[in-house]
């Protein structure tokens, strides 16, 4: 059986749709504090200010419920030839063997036959349909057989083998990290009875190890009711991701490019090394960071050590001030997998940020800074239903400390004054991607988002909420509309087909591509996105709306390859200001995103 997942670790989605996209490294900042940036900024959009997110890496989204073709136990023994014209009366039936299900349980079974004259294949139907019911329950391996025996005063036996795995075998070349797989597996050795929610869990944990991808086969054990799991594990070494926009804002950049690389599971405990690095092709915005990941523990426990540098130094007419801003970014994440299955997923996370930011101006004048101490908790969750959806959800609550020199309320340098640098802050998220109709032509697919920030302190400018982007409020570039407490959503109609080669023969194409012989995938999608913002500071414009609504393309050249087109309507054209000329109402935006 082949077991298939998305890793928590950070795997490389296709085009149907990006959950986590990368921030640009510029937000507003109000610089008008002195009268020459404010006589110079006054026709502008605001000038950026330095927010790195804590986790520059290739677009994720929470772990989906894992492809998971289920191990099948044994057949029950079917009735012997003559069964049905040999008859006999039952006073009892023992269930022996049986250690999952009580007397009660299995009662509206085996009722039905006590007292009555029937043939002797009941009992070997009965015996397959408590065989059924564990199987239903995920008992996979649970054999129940009728043996052998003499009924002479109408007192039967059923035998239950309560099937177990006894040992697990690693097979494939991968490294050290096999030892990280047979930890995970192990803990399946033993467990009688076996359920398939158990071995489900192990294993997509073993696929969720960085670059790891596992086939688990099951053969007889040699001991009664025992099995052996065979793991047979490939690893790839390395991938690249390379992503390309238009999406930023014109005086940082409007084309991005992010490229990252990783390294997977060179040692025992199924590490990763993350090199990244965004640019807008010039120096106005610049961020490299590095990341260092690994498993710990039997139960999927992993941790992330991070840390980055940027710079913002952007054109006219904010380069004549000078402007020049840094940031450094460091961290440790935790997570733990609480559920790990196919159909639903739980985890729990918490982490430790460092944030640094500076900004100066010209002759060495030291414009703004602040140090930002946070401790984040959260929960993700995914869970795959029975009609034909996914729906994604998470909660994360963010508290400032004041340690290791954090920069304390009321300090004249903070690049908002006023904010709060031990805020507490609250955030939500929630998504359903629900399939309306699928054929072998097409698939129409909605997808409806909502995201929500709430805080009564005033924030940070780096710890407001984001509107903008790929994802929530398309038409605006990340960070365009910022607020302390915020609230936005989507909904986005999907079309999924393929434009046929005219060159390839389905029936005539190998069995490897023929999900791609049939022509170019393309996904042809229209939205409607809202967006809503509020400030605490008074100085500030208290109330922002962002709408857009438009339509676009996505296609999959390959395996390696996804090109998208957008074409945006904004109806909230001054959110840059009263001052700040108005956005043109239509945008139109491109990614090229390339997986290797």
Known sequence: MSWRSSSSSGSLMGCGRVIASVTTLATALALAATGVLRDTLAQTPQPPVLQAPPQLAPPTRPPEPGTISAPSGPAAPGAPPGAESVTLTPVDIQVEGNTVYSRADLDTLVRPLIGRQIPASEIFKLAEAIQRKYRDDGYFLATVSVPAQRVADGRLRVVVTEGYISNVLIEGDVGPVSEKAKEYLDNVVGKKPINISDLERYLLLTQDLPGVKVKAVMRPGREPGSSELIAQLTREWWDLFNQTD????????????????????????????????????????????????????????????????????????????????????????????????????????????????????????????????????????????????????????????????????????????????????????????????????????????????????????????????????????????????????????????????????????????????????????????????????????????????????????????????EAVRRLDLNVDGATAPRLKPWGAYFRATTRF
Request: aromatic share 12%.
């Open 246 to 565: 238009n999406r930023g804002a014109s005086f940082t950049g409007e084309q991005h490019n992010l490229i990252s690389a990783g390294f997977n599971s060179f040692t025992s405990i199924g590490d990763r090394i993350e090199l990244s690095y965004f640019t807008t092709f010039n120096s106005e915005n610049n961020f490299v960071q590095a990341a260092y990941s690994g498993h710990i523990g039997p139960e999927g426990t992993r941790f992330r050590l991070y840390g980055g540098f940027g710079r913002v130094k952007p054109g006219d007419p904010i380069s004549q001030t000078g402007y020049l801003g840094q940031v450094a970014i460091a961290g440790l994440q935790a997570f733990h997998p609480i559920i790990r299955s196919r159909r639903l997923n739980i985890s729990v996370s918490g982490s430790f940020d460092y944030y640094h930011s500076v900004v100066d101006v010209s002759g060495g004048v030291r414009l703004s800074s602040i140090d930002l101490r946070s401790l984040r908790a959260g929960v993700d969750a995914s869970y795959h239903d029975p009609f034909n959806g996914v729906t994604y959800g998470s909660a994360r609550l963010s508290k400032g400390i004041s340690v290791l020199g954090a920069s304390k309320a009321g300090e004249q340098q903070l690049p908002r004054q006023g904010a709060e640098p031990s805020y507490f802050k609250v955030n939500g998220d929630v998504s359903r991607l629900q399939g309306l109709y699928s054929d072998e032509d097409f698939t129409l697919n909605l997808f409806v988002s909502g995201a929500a920030q709430f805080t009564n302190n005033m924030l940070p400018p780096s710890e407001k909420y984001f509107i903008g982007g790929e994802r929530l409020g398309r038409g605006y570039y990340a960070g365009q509309v910022t607020g302390d407490r915020a609230i936005a959503a989507s909904i986005e109609l999907q079309l999924s087909f393929a434009v046929p080669f005219s060159d390839v023969q389905p029936s005539s194409a190998p069995s490897s591509v023929a999900g791609r012989a049939r022509g170019l995938p393309l996904q042809l999608y229209a939205f409607y996105d809202y967006g809503k913002a509020w400030n605490l500071a008074t100085f500030e414009t208290q109330v922002i709306v962002a709408r857009s609504y438009g339509f676009g393309v996505r296609a999959n050249v390959g395996d390696t390859l996804t090109v998208e087109a």
